[in-house]
T-cell receptor
Framework: DTGVSQNPRHKITKRGQNVTFRCDPISEHNRLYWYRQTLGQGPEFLTYFQNEAQLEKSRLLSDRFSAERPKGSFSTLEIQRTEQGDSAMYLC?????????????FGPGTRLTVL | AQRVTQPEKLLSVFKGAPVELKCNYSYSGSPELFWYVQYSRQRLQLLLRHISRESIKGFTADLNKGETSFHLKKPFAQEEDSAMYYCALKGFQGAQKLVFGQGTRLTINP
């Protein structure tokens, strides 16, 4: 499968623990995005990378959230001191920088449950 | 502020009937509009975008700037169209984030 992959697919954790998710974009896609989706809502933008540079961050991304893309390939999203309100599906997407606007291809998501 | 509204959370129609999923947006400039679809147990995928002016799987959508709408239409629904549909907006040129509506679950009854 050459699509966007995310690991783990499911994560259950206790409140206060740290969690880290990984996203592997489609090969040679230099743009990478993180979104969060809660039940009954559409995805909400969290952050965006072009290569290794984090170019945009949402106000949703509190100081407990950090995202990295150290070599411009895979990305990690870490949530520190998780809260029950962090329970959601975390989606990753990637797109090629061919022109100004390009299709974003989504991964299957990581479902986080905070107990 | 950028906002996308899909007024119907659920929509149910019979096979062969016309379908219209509504999408209204709020944006002061010239946005790009998209429809994404998520079939059962599959990932979110692009259905169509307004700049392409194409028909995908029989669906079309026209951007109406006067009414700030981007409704998705299909003249004859098929059972395989049952899915979750999201309207999304991308703002000014160079901005990359997508702003999604809350989605409409479309069910096609046999």
């Amino acid at each position: 499968d050459t699509g966007v992959s995310q690991n783990p697919r499911h994560k259950i954790t206790k409140r206060g623990q740290n969690v880290t998710f990984r996203c592997d974009p489609i090969s040679e896609h230099n743009r990478l995005y993180w979104y969060r989706q809660t039940l009954g809502q559409g995805p909400e933008f969290l952050t965006y990378f072009q290569n290794e540079a984090q170019l945009e961050k949402s106000r949703l991304l509190s100081d407990r959230f950090s995202a990295e893309r150290p070599k411009g390939s895979f990305s990690t999203l870490e949530i520190q001191r998780t809260e029950q309100g962090d329970s959601a599906m975390y989606l990753c997407a990637s797109s090629p920088k061919v022109r100004i606007s390009d299709t974003q291809y989504f991964g299957p998501g990581t479902r986080l449950t905070v107990l | 502020a950028q906002r996308v509204t899909q007024p119907e959370k659920l929509l149910s129609v019979f096979k062969g009937a016309p379908v219209e999923l509504k999408c209204n947006y709020s944006y002061s400039g010239s946005p790009e509009l998209f429809w994404y679809v998520q079939y059962s147990r599959q990932r979110l995928q692009l259905l169509l975008r307004h700049i392409s002016r194409e028909s995908i799987k029989g669906f079309t959508a026209d951007l109406n700037k006067g009414e700030t709408s981007f409704h998705l239409k299909k003249p004859f629904a098929q059972e395989e169209d049952s899915a979750m549909y999201y309207c999304a907006l991308k703002g000014f040129q160079g901005a990359q984030k997508l702003v999604f509506g809350q989605g409409t679950r479309l069910t096609i009854n046999p």
